[in-house]
């Protein structure tokens, strides 16, 4: 069973057939070898050299090796970089924070704060010495919340919260290692939390 034709096809179809009739009845009408060109169209047209599909089909491979001779030449040159070194990563930089948490009344150090800086939380010694971190910062200049909290529950607590930032300003880096780690910064924050009244 042959396949369906769609409209073009069929318009196509009916015109060649409309060609060819006419074709034969002018030729059976005259004497051929006065007309050697009308005889090679017939031939042509009987032929149906030229099909939808045909024309399709030829114009859809030349379209595919145009852009697969293009892909090629773009592939090759972009991939002219004699000694190109691969790498894969993020920017980042180490931002450490340490000091000492002291009484503003007493100027004495307070053990057992809270530091929150980030990701990261520490608890002061009894020095009143803490240090946070942020290992996955970018090498640009940087602002860091930091939050003291006195963890003592209910009438024990002596010292009131404090909410603070430090900010990097053009941070210096050292021992990075050339590539993605710009390497580690650091600032000394010192702070006097007050009584709580």
Known sequence: MP?????TERFWGRSMIRSRKLCGWIISKTNMQHFP???HLNNILSLKFFTMKSVKSGFLNGVNLLIGALLAVLGFGASCERFARVEYGTPSAKFIVSGQVKSAETNLPIQNVR?????DTTYTNAAGEYEVE???GMPITSTYSLKFRDIRDGSLKQYSDLDTAIEFKNPVFT??????????TEKDFDVKLKAKK
Not at 115 to 119: A, G, H, Q, S, Y
């Open 115 to 119: 530091v929150i800086m980030k990701n």
């Open 134 to 136: 942020d290992r996955a």
């Open 3 to 7: 396949a369906a034709l769609n409209s």
């Open 175 to 184: 021992g990075g290692d050339n590539h993605w780690y710009s390497g580690e």
């Open 37 to 39: 060109r009308l005889l």
